[in-house]
Nanobody, 116 residues
Framework: QVQLVESGGGLVQAGGSLRLSCAAS????????LGWFRQAPGKEREIVAH????????YYTDSVKGRFTISRDNAKNTVYLQMNTLKPEDTAVYYC?????????WGQGTQVTVSS
């Protein structure tokens, strides 16, 4: 059974930083692109960033470019999201998944709340 477990969220003031982690179990993702998604209250889930299997290619949605950094450690089957200069509009539940995402891989997510 594949599980993706997100952690590292919390409450932070605007301008602060958080580092999210997503640990995978049940299979290796070393040959898969992985991504971070988020869903804010009343909004649809959106892609935030994704990273190729080797880590050489990354993508960021415009609203987080220059502030967020996605990385991965294939030996640990883990993907990370370093979030700096956080803004209140970054408040959401953050999820990781494969690219393209699979319905059966969605986990519980980790809540990020940014206060102004």
């Amino acid at each position: 059974q594949v599980q993706l477990v997100e952690s590292g969220g919390g409450l932070v003031q605007a301008g602060g930083s958080l580092r999210l982690s997503c640990a995978a179990s049940g299979r290796t993702f070393s040959r898969n692109a992985l991504g971070w998604f988020r869903q804010a209250p009343g909004k649809e889930r959106e892609i935030v960033a994704h990273i190729s299997w080797s880590g050489a290619i990354t993508y960021y949605t415009d609203s987080v470019k220059g502030r967020f950094t996605i990385s991965r450690d294939n030996a640990k089957n883990t993907v990370y999201l370093q979030m700096n200069t956080l803004k209140p509009e970054d408040t959401a539940v953050y999820y990781c998944n494969s690219i393209p995402p699979r319905t059966d891989y969605w986990g519980q997510g980790t809540q990020v709340t940014v206060s102004s």
